[in-house]
């Protein structure tokens, strides 16, 4: 019963990710969610019409990403368990969601989404860790927020912002703290991840045509599903999680 409903609130928070993401690209007023807004037109289609009235697009890819949300919702509570933290952890699931579409949308991480939204997950964690006396797992959190940003600026310096640019580094802290509260496996494993799908994903398009050996792919989405399969592999005993 508790993963039927952790799965009907992913799903929600899924069709909130992909409002927020919109509208966080057409610059409109934020925190609207389940409006239903059109990717094409940014109307206010609402949920319960399959075709927008205004451009008549119909409802696509809305369903799936709501679909991925609700199964990375069980996921991260299983791993964490029905406790304080799991709320910023949800709250992780929909900006990070959100963010995933604006990068495959228009191949950019939204700053007003990301560094807003990555503040107040980062307090949301820091209170829910003091209620929930885990203080240990707080400043594993800041050093891994701390280390990723670190790679990641490294990583674009190195390659000089082609292909890894400049949001993908201010992406980088929130995936760390969130993988990082589990442990510091988690945040070696989301890193691991994230190569190994980036990769596959290039080689892939690449090899249907796709795209080309210097086209620029955005590299946002493999970070944030690395990170997602690092916490919910961390649950299911793929790598210890320290108690």
């Known amino acids: 019963m508790t993963a039927v409903l952790v799965g009907l609130l992913g799903f ?25 807004t059109c990717p094409n037109c940014a109307h206010g289609r609402g949920w319960l019409r399959l075709r927008c009235p205004q451009c008549g697009r119909s409802i696509g890819r809305e369903p799936f990403v709501a679909v991925v949300s609700a199964l990375v919702a069980v996921g991260f509570a299983n791993t964490i368990g029905i406790a304080w933290p799991l709320i910023p952890y949800f709250g992780f699931l929909l900006l990070s969601m959100a963010l995933l579409v604006t990068d495959l949308e228009e191949l ?13 997950l980062a307090v949301g964690l820091g209170i829910a860790a003091l209620i929930d006396a885990s203080l240990d797992s ?77 086209t620029e792919l955005p590299y946002g989405p493999p970070m944030i599903i690395g990170a997602w ?9 793929v790598f210890p999680i320290p108690n």
């Open 138 to 214: 707080l400043w594993r959190a800041l050093l891994g927020a701390a280390a990723y940003f670190a790679g990641a600026t490294v990583l674009w310096l190195v390659v000089r912002g082609r292909g890894f640019g400049a949001g993908d580094v201010k992406l980088a802290p929130q995936l760390g703290l969130f993988t990082s509260f589990v442990s510091w496996g988690t945040l070696g494993w989301a890193v691991f991840a994230t190569a190994m799908i980036g990769g596959v994903v290039a080689i892939g398009m690449i090899a249907l045509g796709a795209a080309k050996m210097k």
């Open 229 to 237: 399969l690092a916490i919910v592999l961390a649950g299911i005993g």
């Open 12 to 36: 929600g928070l899924g069709l909130a990710a992909h409002d927020l993401a919109i509208q966080g690209l057409n610059e409109d007023r934020l925190l609207r969610p389940f409006s239903g």
């Open 108 to 120: 950019r991480i939204v700053d007003r989404l990301n560094l807003r939204g990555s503040v107040v």
